[in-house]
């Protein structure tokens, strides 16, 4: 079982920055998928930057450039480095980490799932 806490959301003007922080616990041990994922009111949950098990990092075209995702795997800890954001990016924000092999920015491959932060750009 994994436990996932976000931290790290609130309000910010546009070009502003924002860093999301995931705390993880349970079993974490090469977790095929780690990644955030955010969901605006009406829309459906998207995949925003994530990190496979090589290491290897995807992101969603509207954020590439300028999210960065990190990890430290001795602190249990994920991370999302938001700059230049724009109101587009209003969103609540979701840590997620799943155990299905595949691409790691769907959805489809996360079975556990933090309670999500809000991310306000104005």
């Known amino acids: 079982h994994v436990q996932l806490v976000e931290s790290g959301g609130g309000s910010v003007q546009a070009g502003g920055s924002l860093r999301l922080s995931c705390a993880v616990s349970?079993?974490?041990?090469?977790?095929?998928?780690t990644g955030w994922f955010r969901q605006a009111p009406g829309k459906e949950r998207e995949g925003v930057a994530t990190?496979?098990?090589?290491?290897?990092?995807s992101y969603a075209a509207s954020v590439k450039g300028r999210f960065t995702i990190s990890k430290d795997n001795a602190k249990n800890t994920l991370w999302l480095q938001m700059d230049s954001l724009k109101p587009d990016d209003t969103a609540m924000y979701y840590c997620?980490?799943?155990?299905?092999?595949?691409?790691?920015?769907?959805?489809?491959?996360?079975?556990?799932w933090g309670q999500g932060t809000q991310v306000t750009v104005s």
């Open positions: 997620a980490s799943g155990s299905l092999f595949g691409p790691c920015l769907s959805a489809r491959m996360y079975n556990y």
């Open positions: 990190i496979a098990s090589d290491e290897s990092t």
């Open positions: 349970g079993y974490t041990y090469n977790r095929p998928c």
